[in-house]
């Protein structure tokens, strides 16, 4: 008899995910950086095929060689590449226009989106309760990203807003992302959904070509290769911490990330977090912690689908 894949160690399973959470943040960082001479789309597409090494070996080694590359719904992972790889785009567009802690408290917005697109496209019951936790982190972003949209005239706060409303329409987009997913799982292997999203933005990348790419230099160059790599190890990371732990008990490690960026943006970018970011962020992270309790009374298919977590970016 074949022994199971799972084995219940929180310990491990906590571990394996604050070690992921913190290699997507230095990942968003190398991106950051990066970002200020290379193209968001240019970024993309070394995040995402120097990531397949990584993934390839990973899928190699556990041995779902052939669950990797036979899928089901092709059609399905087109579309989840497609969604995918425009909210990391944008993501990392707006990474080069707000400070990084700034970016992570916007992207907490991901979980409202979820649930608002679940009741609107899978028919979902939204009882009161998840509403309220809704409508209260909807009010944190809106604290968050305020200040970006009642700047005052001028290039440095056009930026700022633009920048916003990237990130905000990332968070959207990964939510379609997450609902298009608990569709996947049902017919998908893991593997599959990790390896054919990788593959998907590789190639959707290169659709930016046009606009803009350029000859980055040794520095940006070595920071695009250290992303993808650092990505690719962050997604082995994250998927192996749910063989040794529920999705549930450890989703909301995911808020370990501000933390993070807060440390990193501070060391590296001299960055620190606004009044507006601290207070929006907290009630974000509220809503979202009080979403993701009434996700772990409902079980079943959700924590499947959270099990299979996008790249961040």
């Known amino acids: ?119 609107m496209m899978l028919g979902e019951r939204v009882r009161l309760f998840r509403i309220s936790a809704v409508a209260l982190g909807l009010v944190g972003v809106m604290i968050v990203i305020w200040p970006r949209l009642s700047v005052d005239p001028g290039a440095a706060g056009t930026a700022g807003t633009i920048g916003a409303l990237m990130v905000l329409g990332a968070s959207i987009l990964r939510a379609l992302v997450q609902i298009h997913i608990r569709t996947l799982v049902k017919t998908e292997h893991t593997a599959a959904i990790v390896f054919y999203f990788s593959l998907t933005a590789t190639v959707l990348s290169l659709f930016s070509l046009p606009f803009g790419w350029i000859i980055p230099s040794r520095l940006d160059l070595m920071l695009l290769i250290g992303a993808g790599l650092i990505g690719g190890v962050a997604q082995i990371l994250v998927t192996s911490s749910f063989r040794f732990g529920a999705a549930s008990m450890l989703a909301p490690f995911d808020y370990a990330s501000l933390i993070f960026a807060a440390l990193i943006g501070y060391v590296i970018f001299s960055e620190l977090p606004t009044s507006a970011t601290v207070i929006g962020a907290s009630l974000v992270v509220l809503g979202g912690a009080i979403i993701l309790w009434r996700e772990r009374q409902l079980g079943g298919g959700r924590n499947r689908a959270r099990a299979v977590t996008d790249p961040k970016g």
């Open 1 to 119: 008899m074949l022994a199971p894949r799972t084995q219940n160690k929180p310990g491990t399973a906590i571990a394996l995910k604050l070690m992921a959470v913190f290699m997507f943040m230095v990942m968003a960082a190398m991106i950051k950086a990066a970002t200020q001479n290379v193209p968001a789309g240019q970024a993309v597409f070394f995040r995402s095929l120097f990531a397949m090494p990584i993934i390839i070996a990973w899928i190699w080694n556990t041995g779902e060689v052939r669950e990797a590359l036979t899928p089901k719904n092709l059609t399905g992972h087109i579309w989840r590449g497609l969604f995918g790889t425009t909210a990391m785009a944008l993501t990392f567009a707006g990474l080069a226009l707000l400070p990084l802690p700034e970016v992570t408290a916007i992207g907490y917005a991901t979980p409202m989106f979820t649930v608002i697109l679940a009741a």
